[in-house]
């Protein structure tokens, strides 16, 4: 079975860094790609980072330039690092496995995710 556990969130003023975690298990985590998602109350979950098993990596506008991904198949994690941190970004943070379509290059998130890790950015 599955299981996403993301962690490091927490309340950090405007202009601060967080980093957050998500450790995967029941998969062959270096074979998948993993994305990273957020949601705010009475919203969608929006797309904000994937990292496929071959290094490619997108984001989302809002985030580019500040936010970075990455991932340690050692340890079975997907990182995301957040950098000049905006109130914008106060949500609760989900990674997910999903899957890379080459030929579009688009990410679909499947239907495992974590319990999420909220990050509260103070103005």
């Known amino acids: 079975q599955v299981q996403l556990v993301e962690s490091g969130g927490g309340l950090v003023q405007a202009g601060g860094s967080l980093i957050l975690s998500c450790s995967a298990s029941?998969?062959?985590?270096?074979?998948?790609?993993m994305g990273w998602y957020r949601q705010t109350p009475g919203n969608q979950r929006e797309f904000v980072a994937f990292?496929?098993?071959?290094?490619?990596?997108n984001y989302a506008d809002s985030v580019k330039g500040r936010f970075t991904i990455s991932r340690d198949n050692a340890k079975n994690t997907v990182y995301l690092q957040m950098n000049s941190l905006k109130p914008e970004d106060t949500a609760l943070y989900y990674c997910?496995?999903?899957?890379?379509?080459?030929?579009?290059?688009?990410?679909?998130?499947?239907?495992?995710w974590g319990q999420g890790t909220q990050v509260t950015v103070s103005s």
């Open positions: 990292i496929t098993s071959r290094g490619n990596i």
């Open positions: 997910n496995s999903g899957t890379y379509y080459t030929n579009s290059g688009t990410y679909v998130p499947s239907d495992y």
């Open positions: 029941g998969m062959t985590f270096s074979r998948n790609s």
